[in-house]
């Protein structure tokens, strides 16, 4: 028999948002309702006739609550194979009536964590006996409906309404699945906090981790691929995922992969003056920081105005309507700031087809985490690199750099962070002049930044490029003088590097025979 009327139901819930109005559905239908503690106590109060679990089982709630469901008569009640002559003669014998429905959600684990709670009433909300009923129940969904989620309550009540008081074996298949995804991200939720906070491992021996869908993506990087976005499961860091899109189509893969992209840069300039930033394919084509954002992004813009062109644009500000009529000028796929007013949108609604996002206060770049990437196999996991330049850089030249150069030497290395290995940025007056990515060879990359720069002046009408007098950041050390001297030859003053070459010498050697100052960092920025 694929329908199975409801009988008797057993209902425990921490979150007692719709309980009683399932209560009373229930109740019309003849149910009869089982409950504990608070739960029982809300559907009395709801005028509900209700049975104490205690009364059910013979044993009263002990322990401060920690043993009250876990008990024969309340899982052999949920387990029992209803054809099965063995269990039913079982359940004659000892006195066990079927339990039919289990409505259980948790303890507020995650909750309790984020509110900062002491170790103590962080353990104390571990579930035991909640997690125990979902698990029996639904593993005898074939005579068993378990419900964890409040959103699922009316489906539940539809369900009723439609097989007279009873549920059909496709919801509760369903259901049941649903179940085993809540449990396995409560216990995961468990295993991290344990692993994470309580135990300070970087690498646990077992990674737990748990999302959620989102939403079904259009498609993945190719339209022969599927994809889809998911969510952290419980409290997370505001990012692009989270922002409100107020307009245009739903965003593809891509759109969220570049706009991440957009959205780290420029959070690295959150406690800037006004910035902008713009990518394509994932890397950031011009930057800039101005006193105005329209000044921002105009000078951006000039960076590389050509690839800009179907690129993301992401802000530090909210956007004014100079800056919003401005980005509308050129095609643009998708713009992220913290904010925007009336005015704004309706700029940008004349664009249909422009995706706006806000994204409320910027992500701390500095903030800890971990960076997954799926091998064929396996997962890579690193921690997030958060590592920004503290203290003073180490000048290795004769020359030293004026404090100009050094502003644009720390502009240059925040951006060539977030440019993909090998790479070379060129940054004078707070904006990019040339940004050089993704090639095999860091003088290739020294090479192609420069040529951008020049045919960006030739294209804005600049006397000469602007990486005359320029900064140039390379992600990691020049392992020969060749990439310097290419900057060298493209006008740059001043050099920012980790070292760490064996050929240091050699470079420095030829920085001083160049003229230029040089500063080390210590630490590189590989982005592949």
Same mark, same amino acid.
């Given at each position: 028999?694929?329908?199975?009327?409801?009988?008797?139901?057993?209902?425990?819930?921490?979150?007692?948002?719709?309980?009683?109005?399932?209560?009373?559905?229930?109740?019309?239908?003849?149910?009869?309702?089982?409950?504990?503690?608070?739960?029982?106590?809300?559907?009395?109060?709801?005028?509900?006739?209700?049975?104490?679990?205690? *009364?059910?089982?013979?044993?009263?709630?002990?322990?401060?609550?920690?043993?009250?469901?876990?008990?024969?008569?309340?899982?052999?009640?949920?387990?029992?194979?209803?054809?099965?002559?063995?269990?039913?003669?079982?359940?004659?014998?000892?006195?066990?009536?079927?339990?039919?429905?289990?409505?259980?959600?948790?303890?507020?684990?995650?909750?309790?964590? @984020?509110?900062?709670?002491?170790?103590?009433?962080?353990?104390?909300?571990?579930?035991?006996?909640?997690?125990?009923?979902?698990?029996?129940?639904?593993?005898?969904?074939?005579?068993?409906?378990?419900?964890?989620?409040?959103?699922?309550?009316?489906?539940?009540?539809?369900?009723?309404?439609?097989?007279?008081?009873?549920?059909?074996?496709?919801?509760?298949?369903?259901?049941?699945?649903?179940?085993?995804?809540?449990?396995? @991200?409560?216990?995961?939720?468990?295993?991290?906090?344990?692993?994470?906070?309580?135990?300070?491992?970087?690498?646990?021996?077992?990674?737990?981790?748990?999302?959620?869908?989102?939403?079904?993506?259009?498609?993945? #990087?190719?339209?022969?691929?599927?994809?889809?976005?998911?969510?952290?499961?419980?409290?997370?860091?505001?990012?692009?995922?989270?922002? #409100?899109?107020?307009?245009?189509?739903?965003?593809?893969?891509?759109?969220?992969?570049?706009?991440?992209?957009?959205?780290?840069?420029?959070?690295?300039?959150?406690?800037?003056?006004?910035?902008?930033?713009?990518?394509?394919?994932?890397?950031?084509?011009?930057?800039?920081?101005?006193?105005?954002?329209?000044?921002?992004?105009?000078?951006?813009?000039?960076?590389?105005?050509?690839?800009?062109?179907?690129?993301?644009?992401?802000?530090?500000?909210?956007?004014?309507? #100079?800056?919003?009529?401005?980005?509308?000028?050129?095609?643009?796929?998708?713009?992220?700031?913290?904010?925007?007013?009336?005015?704004?949108?309706?700029?940008?609604?004349?664009?249909?087809?422009?995706?706006?996002?806000?994204?409320?206060?910027?992500?701390?770049?500095?903030?800890?985490?971990?960076?997954?990437?799926?091998?064929?196999?396996?997962?890579?996991?690193?921690?997030?690199?958060?590592?920004?330049?503290?203290?003073?850089?180490?000048?290795?030249?004769?020359?030293?750099?004026?404090?100009?150069?050094?502003?644009?030497?720390?502009?240059?290395?925040?951006?060539?962070?977030?440019?993909?290995?090998?790479?070379?940025?060129?940054?004078?007056?707070?904006?990019?002049?040339?940004?050089?990515?993704?090639?095999?060879?860091?003088?290739?990359?020294?090479?192609?930044? @420069?040529?951008?720069?020049?045919?960006?002046?030739?294209?804005?009408?600049?006397? #000469?490029?602007?990486?005359?007098?320029?900064?140039?950041?390379?992600?990691?050390?020049?392992?020969?003088? *060749?990439?310097?001297?290419?900057?060298?030859?493209?006008?740059?003053?001043?050099?920012?590097?980790?070292?760490?070459?064996?050929?240091?010498?050699?470079?420095?050697?030829?920085?001083?025979?160049?003229?230029?100052?040089?500063?080390?960092?210590?630490?590189?920025?590989?982005?592949?």
């Amino acid at each position: 028999m694929t329908t199975i009327p409801i009988r008797r139901a057993l209902l425990s819930v921490s979150d007692k948002s719709g309980i009683t109005e399932l209560g009373a559905a229930l109740a019309r239908h003849g149910v009869e309702l089982v409950s504990t503690g608070g739960t029982a106590k809300a559907l009395r109060d709801a005028g509900l006739e209700v049975r104490d679990i205690s *009364d059910l089982t013979g044993f009263p709630e002990m322990m401060d609550g920690r043993v009250k469901t876990l008990h024969p008569v309340v899982h052999g009640g949920l387990l029992a194979v209803r054809d099965n002559e063995a269990h039913v003669a079982s359940m004659d014998e000892h006195g066990i009536g079927a339990i039919d429905l289990v409505v259980v959600n948790l303890y507020p684990f995650e909750a309790t964590v @984020a509110k900062g709670a002491a170790r103590d009433e962080i353990i104390e909300n571990i579930d035991i006996g909640g997690p125990s009923m979902v698990r029996s129940a639904a593993k005898n969904h074939a005579s068993v409906a378990i419900v964890t989620d409040p959103a699922d309550y009316d489906a539940l009540i539809a369900e009723m309404e439609t097989n007279d008081g009873g549920t059909g074996l496709d919801t509760r298949k369903r259901f049941a699945a649903k179940a085993y995804a809540a449990t396995a @991200a409560y216990d995961s939720a468990i295993a991290q906090w344990f692993a994470f906070a309580d135990q300070g491992e970087r690498f646990p021996k077992t990674l737990p981790l748990a999302f959620t869908l989102g939403d079904e993506l259009r498609y993945g #990087e190719n339209p022969h691929q599927s994809a889809a976005l998911y969510l952290p499961k419980g409290p997370s860091t505001r990012g692009i995922a989270q922002a #409100e899109q107020l307009q245009g189509k739903a965003l593809s893969y891509n759109n969220y992969n570049d706009a991440d992209a957009a959205l780290e840069l420029v959070a690295e300039f959150r406690d800037a003056p006004p910035t902008v930033v713009i990518v394509k394919h994932a890397n950031p084509c011009g930057v800039a920081t101005a006193d105005t954002l329209i000044d921002a992004y105009r000078a951006a813009l000039a960076c590389d105005s050509v690839s800009a062109f179907g690129g993301i644009v992401a802000t530090n500000r909210p956007l004014d309507a #100079e800056t919003a009529a401005a980005i509308t000028e050129i095609f643009t796929e998708v713009v992220a700031a913290p904010d925007a007013d009336d005015e704004v949108r309706e700029i940008f609604a004349k664009k249909k087809n422009l995706r706006l996002l806000l994204t409320g206060e910027l992500a701390d770049p500095a903030r800890p985490g971990l960076a997954l990437r799926s091998i064929a196999g396996g997962m890579l996991v690193q921690s997030r690199d958060a590592a920004l330049i503290d203290g003073d850089l180490k000048v290795v030249t004769r020359r030293q750099p004026t404090p100009q150069e050094l502003a644009d030497c720390r502009f240059a290395w925040t951006v060539a962070k977030h440019v993909k290995s090998n790479a070379i940025v060129y940054a004078k007056g707070g904006s990019t002049a040339g940004i050089g990515a993704g090639q095999m060879s860091r003088v290739e990359s020294a090479r192609i930044a @420069a040529w951008k720069a020049k045919d960006a002046a030739e294209k804005a009408g600049w006397a #000469e490029p602007r990486t005359i007098g320029s900064a140039v950041a390379s992600d990691a050390f020049f392992p020969f003088a *060749d990439g310097l001297m290419t900057a060298v030859e493209a006008g740059a003053s001043v050099v920012i590097q980790p070292g760490g070459s064996i050929r240091d010498d050699e470079v420095i050697a030829a920085a001083d025979e160049a003229g230029l100052a040089m500063v080390f960092t210590g630490m590189r920025h590989f982005r592949h």
